[in-house]
Structure formats: C-alpha cells, structure tokens
C-alpha cells in the first residue's frame, strides 16, 4: 500500500524532533512506494519521451545518466518507443534492466506474427506445405481482402506482457512506482488517447501502432494507432500531472530530403513524418525556462536497425552529458535519493479463465489448447505457450491474455481476435522439380480456403495447379471433436502429369497420365505433432507415350486402393530445420475386391 502526504516543512525547531520521529516510521511503513516529490521538499520532475523508429534507444542513455546522477523522475509520459521505455521505466525497472532487455531482445523474431511451427496444427502445416509462398489475402464477394498493418503484433504483445508481468495486477497507471501515460491515435475520429488504466502491456502495444507498419488494435472500442501522430511530444500531458520540471528527450525523425522522395513507400512516411513534426513543436512551445530539452544527435542512424541500439543509447548518454550543469540542482545525496525498484509480486492463484473468442470456432475448440487450469498458480510460459496453440490453429489475428482482478480473485482472460480479412483466403505457391540430366517442371499452384465451415473448424480447399502438370483438387477436412484428434477427410480432382519408363537408368519412354481420382477416410492426429490416415481411394484415366521407344499406345486404368499414411513432423522450419524431424511413410493395397484392375501392395 502506497502512503501519500503533503510537503512538511519544519515551522519551528520546537517541532523538529517530531517531525524527524513522524518520517522515521513513515519511511519505515513505505519502503517500497514510488519515490515522488510529495515524499520530498523538491519539485515534481517528470520524463518525457517521444516516437521515432530508429532512435528510440536513446532514451536508454539519459536514464542510466538520471540513475548515476540520482536525479529522481517522479511521472513518466511517453508516445510509442517513448511510451515503451518510459513504461518499463515506469513499471519499477532501472535503466540497466531497460537495456539488457532491448539489447538481448530477438527483434527478428518479435517482428514475426507467426507461432512457432510446432504450436502450429498439421493441418495448418499441410497447407503451408502446398503453398510455399507466404502470405494470405482474404477474399470475400468477389473482393480481395488484406490486413490493416504488416505485422499485427502477436509477439511483440507477448513480448510486452512479459517484461511487464510484474506489475501485471496493476490497472491504474498512477498507482506504478512511477506515474505514467501513454498517448496513441484514435484512427477513427483523429483524437488523441491518453492511455493510463487497463493492461500495461496492451497500453504500450497500442502506443507504438505505426500506422501499415503495425495492425491498429482496439481498446475499450477505440481503434488505436502510433501516438506520434497526434501527440508526439507529451509535454502538455505531463504538467497536467503536476510535473513543476520536465525532462524532455526529443528523438523525432526530421523530414526527408527531397532527393529520398523517390517513391510512394517513402512519400507515406513523409507524410507522417509531417504530421509528427507539427504536432512535436506545438508541445515544445509549451516548455519552460525551467525545462530540459535534450535532442540527441542521430541523424545517421539508419531507420530500424535494432543493431545499432547500443550506439544510440551511447549518444543519449552524452547528449544529457552536456545539460549536467542544468541538472545539478536536481541530483540528491546518497541518503536523500531512493531508487525506484521493482515490485516483488508472488503469481497468484488463477480463480477462473475467461475467453473472448470473435470467431465461429465454439470455444471448445480453443479451451482444448489452454492447458492452464484454474487453481494453478500463474506461470507466464505456460500462458504463452497456451496463447501460441490458439494461435497456431491460423485462424486468428491477435490472441492475447491479461489478468483480472474480480472479487479479489485472479481471473485469466484469453482474447482471441479474429482475422479482419478472414476467414476464406488465397493461397499461392510455386514447385520447381529437375532432374538434372532430364528436364524439370514447373508449376504454380493457386489455392481458395473456406474455413470455419463448422464449430471445430472444418476447412473446404479448392486448388489448381498450372504449368508443366496442371491439376484441380477439392478437399474437405472435418474435425469431429474439439481438439481435432479425429476427422474425416473427402477429396477429388483431375490430373495431368507424366509417368516414366527407365531402362540401365536411362529414361527411354514419358508417358502422359490424364484421369478422375477421388478418396475418402479418416484420420487421427495428436496434438500437432503426428497424424496417421485410412482410407479409399479410386483412380481411373488413360496414358499415351508423349515420347521415347514404347509401342504400347494408349494405355487405359483403373485402381482402387486401402491407403494407410502416417506422418511424424516436429520440425521448426520448413526448408532448412535447426530442430525436429520428419517422418512420412504411406502404403497402399490395390486389390479386385476394392474394383482395382490389378493387385498389389505399394509403400
């Protein structure tokens, strides 16, 4: 519990004694509260941080300067990078703590939306496999359909929750060891937002939105985007919260040459780079004599190069370096000055977990991938890891959690947001097969998915292929059961590839196989890692010698099989693996009894 009182001034040395015994217990009951200027006679000095994509570490630099100097910071406001920095700031973590976080952060990995392949479904893999080129529009009506933002932010929200899982129980942002706002956009009406309750991470994740870069996010109703472009420099904002000296670090990104203007990419970002300016030298207008304006030199540094962090928080050290003669009067003695820590929060209990759920999946369906269970205590991996199986199902755009405090009972709540573009997609892909001494074919494949066709998410695929072997395919997968450990499965389509005859290993005849095939069963699969299948399958068409020796003519077919498959697949990529193994084995018997022509067994 925070204790909050007045300045005391001694009146008299008649009362100077009690005065001395009062803050020896008031200290004594408020070893942990935020350290602020109500607890001492000096002014309110509050930090603020602004936006820009390239030079937000930065603002690392002048912390660590603050901490060394100790020179206390009482209220944080921040915009996008500023609001992230300033909100861990904020959340009670020093500034080494700050840099060891962005330094050793994989910036690479945050930046990608996608699960790790292993929390993936197989599915989700199966599809992948066919259609190799990244990326799925939606197409609804005759109409394409893409996200609102490049990246959409699954693990950059994680990531957020992560380094602010410590005060993850703390909705009111006044009540952080340090007070704190955050600013972001409503894309909507053009307001400005002032973030301060809610989920810490959520409110910096809405802060830093640039606009096509990151998806908008919704919170509390309002569509949220980068701050900067309202309210770049938060400087109004932190007097409105009683700041009698402000720390201003201005890192915003000058307009761009003419020369860079070259294209319709750098032409947006002009544009917003123009709004952001405006709005910053308003806020600067606000400043006092009183106030430090710190603005780092970066102009050489390249836009998003996380590489380069440790340099600018190199040049935010010394650009406050040079103001130490102004920030003298702030610094404190080592008996006055308290450092701000971080809170020591037990996990708690989890009383109940709710869940959001936008889709038409029942909720069933994700329920069997929250392995998390009321009673437990709250273990951040294992949440994660429960997000990321939800995730990995493909068809949401945003899953996320946070905790709630009802009744004084933890409740966990999961929000899984459906895809805005969803949830029928196009795929694409491209095949290229040689041989080396022979010839190779190529073939583009071009793919329509209907998915959500029931509750546990059945999938209706439609796929063309076009080049050197072209062929037309309609599937459907159906799950019947929430965790989807067993479905049914239903294809058929038409071929067109080539059959071919060796001889001492030389190729002496191509045939050109055209026919009908269609197959049906059912399979069983364990929890995205393995699926085996049994089913029917008939095949019947014709073959002609399209070149070579063979006198055989034109052939004609027809096969039925019992097919058995089973495949193993733990790999995290695709094309080149660090970790994992593949597995696929299949065997089929043809046989009179089925209607096949011939009999035989095939693996």
């Not at 030199?297 to 590489?307: G, H, I, N, R």
Request: aromatic fraction near 8%.
């Amino acid at each position: 519990m925070t204790l909050s009182f007045k300045k005391i001034r001694a009146i008299s040395t008649h009362f100077l004694s009690k005065t001395v015994l009062f803050w020896g217990l008031f200290l004594s009951l408020s070893v942990n509260a935020p350290s602020s200027a109500e607890n001492l006679d000096r002014p309110t000095i509050g930090l603020v941080l602004a936006r820009s994509e390239e030079r937000g570490a930065a603002h690392i630099g002048v912390l660590k300067y603050l901490e060394d100097h100790r020179i206390p910071v009482d209220l944080v406001t921040g915009t996008s990078i500023g609001a992230i920095i300033g909100g861990l700031y904020a959340s009670g973590l020093s500034a080494r703590e700050i840099e060891s976080l962005m330094l050793e952060m994989d910036w690479e990995q945050a930046l990608i939306d996608d699960v790790p392949r292993q929390d993936r479904s197989m599915q989700r893999k199966f599809r992948e496999d066919q259609f190799s080129i990244p990326g799925t529009p939606g197409y609804q009506g005759g109409a394409l359909k893409i996200p609102s933002g490049a990246i959409q932010g699954q693990n950059v929200i994680l990531a957020l929750q992560d380094m602010t899982q410590h005060v993850a129980h703390i909705t009111d942002f006044d009540a952080l060891p340090r007070a704190f706002k955050a600013v972001a956009t409503d894309i909507v009406t053009g307001e400005v937002v002032v973030l301060d309750t809610g989920n810490l991470a959520v409110a910096l994740r809405a802060s830093m939105g640039v606009p096509a870069f990151f998806a908008p996010i919704e919170v509390d109703g309002r569509l949220l985007v980068d701050g900067g472009i309202t309210n770049n420099l938060p400087i109004e904002l932190a007097q409105a919260m009683g700041a009698d000296v402000l720390i201003v670090v201005d890192i915003t990104s000058p307009m761009l040459p003419k020369s860079a203007l070259g294209n319709l990419l750098t032409i947006t970002d002009q544009l917003t780079r123009l709004l952001v300016v405006n709005n910053t030298q308003v806020q600067k207008a606000r400043l006092t004599a009183d106030d430090i304006l710190l603005v780092p030199d970066l102009a050489d540094f390249p836009a998003v190069d996380f590489s380069a962090a440790a340099d600018a928080i190199k040049v935010g050290e010394e650009t406050i370096k040079a103001r130490q003669q102004a920030l003298r009067p702030f610094m404190q003695s080592r008996e006055a000055y308290r450092a701000v820590t971080k809170p020591i929060v037990r996990a708690p209990t989890i009383a109940s977990i709710e869940l959001v759920n936008e889709t038409a999946l029942a909720n069933t369906v994700l329920r069997q991938r929250i392995f998390t269970k009321v009673g437990d205590r709250f273990n951040l991996k294992q949440v994660a890891r429960d997000v990321n199986r939800i995730h990995g199902l493909g068809h949401f755009e945003l899953v996320s959690f946070t905790q709630k405090q009802k009744n004084d009972q933890t409740v966990l709540a999961i929000s899984a947001d459906k895809k805005a573009w969803g949830p029928n997609y196009l795929h694409f892909g491209f095949n290229l097969e040689s041989e080396f001494k022979h010839d190779s074919r190529v073939s583009f494949l071009v793919g329509y998915s209907q998915q959500e066709v029931s509750q546990y998410g059945a999938e209706w695929l439609t796929s063309a292929s076009i080049g050197d072997e072209p062929s037309l395919e309609s599937s459907l997968y159906w799950p019947l059961d929430p965790a989807g450990s067993t479905f049914g499965y239903l294809s058929g389509g038409y071929f067109d590839r080539a059959l071919y005859d060796y001889e001492n290993a030389l190729r002496t005849t191509v045939y050109a196989l055209r026919g009908l095939e269609v197959a049906a069963g059912i399979g069983f699969e364990y929890q995205g890692s393995w699926r085996t299948t049994v089913g029917l399958r008939r095949t019947e068409g014709r073959a002609h010698a399209v070149s070579g020796v063979s006198q055989r003519g034109t052939l004609g077919f027809d096969e039925s099989s019992l097919e058995w498959r089973f495949v193993f697949d733990t790999r995290d990529d695709i094309d080149f693996p660090a970790h994992g193994a593949i597995i696929d084995a299949s065997w089929s018997l043809y046989h009179e009894a089925l209607g096949s022509e011939n009999e035989y067994g095939q693996w």
